[in-house]
């Protein structure tokens, strides 16, 4: 940094040429997170396996865990010493805003109750049917029809593809707290790259039952049995075009629903029984 005389019309007596920022080089991001997560190995904390942007710290009873995207931070926990101590050293090291409870993060609304904990994407739902224009559409009790089987059409494709594209983008973050579309926006994302009017049917079809529920989201009670429990299903051969069968799977922590998945399974199944055991294969690791 190098020290300048005053210039376009500060009154100070000097200011201050940066020679070199951190925003908008190529190394920006990488460099900030290094930095971040050293700060935070030396204080303890270790990547979580699953997710390396969630940093933990168990001890003895209590554990805290530390969330990072970009350059916000979720901090929670079971020990309040512990959530003050890193908050000091993260504001000494980089100057942070404290925003206290945690309300609004990427899209999802946190509401605070005395049983528990709600989460829920009501606003980036209405703002979905707002821009798509489907505010005063009539709504519906189902995301899908269930005897419908989507596969590739060659007649009625759309004009305008990336419209599609978009919106079923926006459907597989809307799963983050919804998992009554994950279903119905697994079978749309299969075909997105020739996309048909009855592909584009069938969203519109989830849009207007996401009219009729907007702030339908999950509730996690504060006081829970802390047994894990798991169940996994697969539906054999659904996909028409393919033959290859589809896995779903969902788990609970207590009453609390903390995993959920629909995919097509990789391979062919000849038989259901096949088809059941790939599914409770792809369930077990997600249970370890």
């Known amino acids: 940094m190098e020290i300048l005389p005053s210039l376009l019309g500060y009154t100070s007596s000097q200011s201050c040429k940066l020679k070199k920022s951190l925003y908008g080089l190529k190394q920006s991001s990488r460099q900030w997170y290094e930095k971040l997560s050293n700060l935070l190995l030396i204080c303890g904390y270790s990547h979580a396996h699953a997710d390396h942007s969630l940093f933990i710290m168990p001890h003895n009873s209590e554990f805290t865990a530390l969330i990072v995207y970009v350059d916000d931070i979720v901090l929670t926990?079971?020990?309040?010493?512990?959530?003050?101590?890193?908050?000091?050293?993260?504001?000494?090291?980089?100057?942070?805003?404290?925003?206290?409870?945690?309300?609004?993060?990427?899209?999802?609304?946190?509401?605070?109750?005395?049983?528990?904990?709600?989460?829920?994407?009501?606003?980036?739902?209405?703002?979905?049917?707002?821009?798509?224009?489907?505010?005063?559409?009539?709504?519906?009790?189902t995301p899908m029809d269930s005897s419908l089987r989507l596969h590739n059409d060659s007649s009625g494709f759309l004009d305008d593809p990336l419209s599609y594209r978009r919106l079923v983008g926006i459907l597989v973050y809307l799963t983050s707290a919804r998992p009554d579309i994950a279903f119905a926006t697994q079978q749309l994302s299969q075909f997105m790259s020739k996309p048909t009017k009855a592909h584009h049917a069938t969203a519109i079809r989830v849009l207007q039952y996401l009219k009729g529920c907007p702030g339908k989201g999950l509730f996690f009670p504060r006081t829970c049995s802390p047994h894990l429990l798991g169940f996994s299903d697969a539906d054999w051969a659904t996909c028409i075009d393919s033959r290859r069968s589809i896995t779903g799977y969902c788990f609970f922590i207590g009453n609390s629903l903390v995993s959920w998945k629909t995919k097509k399974q990789t391979t062919v199944s000849r038989s259901s029984s096949e088809a059941e055991y790939r599914a409770l294969a792809s369930a077990t690791c997600e249970l370890q």
Do not use: T, W
């Open 77 to 141: 926990g079971n020990s309040l010493a512990e959530i003050e101590r890193i908050k000091h050293i993260l504001h000494i090291n980089f100057h942070i805003k404290d925003l206290g409870k945690l309300k609004y993060f990427l899209g999802i609304e946190v509401a605070h109750y005395d049983k528990g904990i709600s989460l829920c994407q009501r606003k980036y739902c209405l703002d979905l049917l707002k821009d798509s224009c489907m505010l005063g559409c009539k709504p519906s009790s």
